[in-house]
């Protein structure tokens, strides 16, 4: 049964601090996104890569937030320095293309303080 | 520019009534319609999809959807709820936009089921 995977599940940290968020897409998906989901915002979509690159990562705040894919089986997201507004449920999604349904992962909870 | 409307941001039913969740769309083409389900502290699932084939859509669960192009609507119903259906419901458009495709979600519906 092919899943999306994240790492880590739950992270608390403190303010100023480093975040680095892991997502392992299914297999053979050569489209991945990265959602943000707050009370307050909903479902954001943060970026959107397709075979490894970056085809909008305009919902990201760029001076803190940076998103990758360093190979087809990895793709991170990374914030630096943290700030207790970044607080939310970090989802990574994958698809075949932007078209189609995606497959979300169970999500980062990220807390920080 | 395509949106997504759900109009009801909850939705209380007993268990083994019918269900009905709305969602009205806005597309300037044939559009890609989706409904996922998110339990709590859970990842979203993919209920069911509509993209141009039978209007009548059946999905997971017992859900099912009728795209109606004339109402611009995409309703999910379900004959008879279950109290493991208590969840939060998106209606998603996807949307071409600027030579990309993006998600569109609608902000939720939360079905709560009563016993």
């Known amino acids: 049964d092919a899943r999306v995977t994240q790492t880590p599940r739950h992270k608390v940290t403190e303010m100023g601090q480093e975040v680095t968020m892991r997502c392992q897409p299914i297999?053979?998906?050569?489209?991945v996104f990265w959602y943000r989901q707050t009370m307050m915002q909903g479902l954001e979509l943060l970026a959107y890569?397709?075979?490894?690159?970056?085809?909008?990562d305009s919902g990201m705040p760029k001076d803190r937030f940076s998103a990758e894919m360093p190979d087809a089986t990895l793709a991170t997201l990374k914030i630096q320095p943290s700030e207790p507004r970044d607080s939310a449920v970090y989802f990574c999604?994958?698809?075949?293309?932007?078209?189609?349904?995606?497959?979300f992962g169970p999500g980062t909870r990220l807390t920080v303080t | 520019a395509q949106s997504v409307t759900q109009l009801d941001s909850h939705v209380s039913v007993s268990e083994g009534t019918p269900v009905l969740l709305r969602c009205n769309y806005s597309?300037?083409?044939?559009?890609?319609l989706f409904w996922y389900v998110q339990h709590p502290n859970k990842g979203l699932q993919l209920l069911l999809k509509?993209?141009?084939?039978?209007?009548l859509v059946k999905g997971i669960n017992g859900f099912e959807a009728e795209f109606k192009k004339s109402e611009t609507s995409f309703h999910l119903t379900k004959p008879s709820a279950h109290m493991s259906d208590a969840a939060e419901y998106f209606c998603?458009?996807?949307?071409?936009?600027?030579?990309?495709?993006?998600?569109?979600f609608g902000t939720g519906t939360r079905l709560k089921v009563l016993a």
């Open positions: 998603v458009v996807s949307s071409l936009t600027s030579g990309t495709y993006k998600y569109i």
């Open positions: 890569f397709r075979n490894r690159a970056p085809l909008d």
């Open positions: 999604a994958s698809g075949l293309s932007g078209a189609d349904e995606q497959y």
């Open positions: 597309s300037s083409y044939s559009p890609s």
């Open positions: 509509y993209t141009s084939a039978a209007t």
């Open positions: 297999l053979g998906h050569n489209t």
